[in-house]
């Protein structure tokens, strides 16, 4: 579980609170000797990670909630367009052999595919160790022929929060998902990429979580 680092400060507003609650910003800051300007960070980010409640004309009281519940809400509010990043494309009819050296030239593990602007299929770095193994000519073949078509392809959208997208990475064992935005054609439903989301970015997340908090 990530654990919330607070100041000491900050500690030593919760457990005032916690003693003295409902208590309101300005009798907090008379105890500490600061002025209520110099509370205001402490303050919001205390409310903001829900360990503490501010409610209008009555002051701060201490939350009841969980710590760990604190800590999902505060990653859900986290979006896939907070964390995304862009993605490597590449059409439909490129052959193979270039699509292999343009994969390790943008050092990535799954290129997606497009086909006049919308996303059709997706190919990875086993796909293309698979073609290699067989004995294919990689000059002939357009990587078309090797990709996971749509709609096989897991997608995720910018709304869907870092929790989700990080458990869609799990359940489905991929390296990286395409951040889409549906557009409709007629009665027909089309995806337009407009990021990724790979290990990463999760990572890179979390790393930045553990700095920040």
């Known amino acids: 579980m990530l ?13 005032i609170v916690k003693e003295k609650q409902p208590i309101t910003s300005e009798q907090l800051a008379g105890k500490l000797s600061v002025t209520r300007a110099a509370l ?6 205390l409310t903001m990670t829900g360990i503490l409640e501010a409610r209008p004309k009555v002051g701060y009281i201490y939350s009841q909630k969980p710590s760990n519940s604190i800590v999902y809400d505060y990653i859900r509010n986290i979006k896939a367009k907070d964390i995304m990043s862009k993605p490597v494309v590449m059409e439909e009819e ?8 343009y994969l390790f030239l943008n050092d990535v593990g ?10 059709v299929g997706a190919v990875s770095r086993k796909d293309f160790l ?3 193994m067989g004995g294919t000519d990689m ?27 990080a458990k869609k990475i799990i359940e489905h064992e991929v390296d990286s998902l395409p951040v889409v935005e549906k557009i ?25 979580l553990g700095d920040d908090v």
């Open 110 to 119: 799954t290129l997606f595919i497009e086909n006049k602007g919308y996303l």
């Open 40 to 45: 205001r960070p402490d303050l919001a980010i």
């Open 94 to 101: 490129t052959k193979v052999y270039d699509a292999i050296i």
């Open 3 to 15: 654990l919330i680092r607070l100041s000491p400060r900050q500690k030593e507003i919760i457990k």
């Open 184 to 208: 409709m054609e007629g009665n027909k439903e089309l995806y337009k990429i407009i990021g990724k989301i790979s290990k990463t970015n999760i990572t890179r997340l979390f790393v930045k």
């Open 130 to 132: 698979k073609i290699a």
């Open 139 to 165: 000059n002939q073949v357009p990587v078309g022929v090797i990709m996971t078509r749509m709609p096989n392809i897991i997608c995720v959208e910018a709304e869907d929060s870092a929790y989700i997208v």
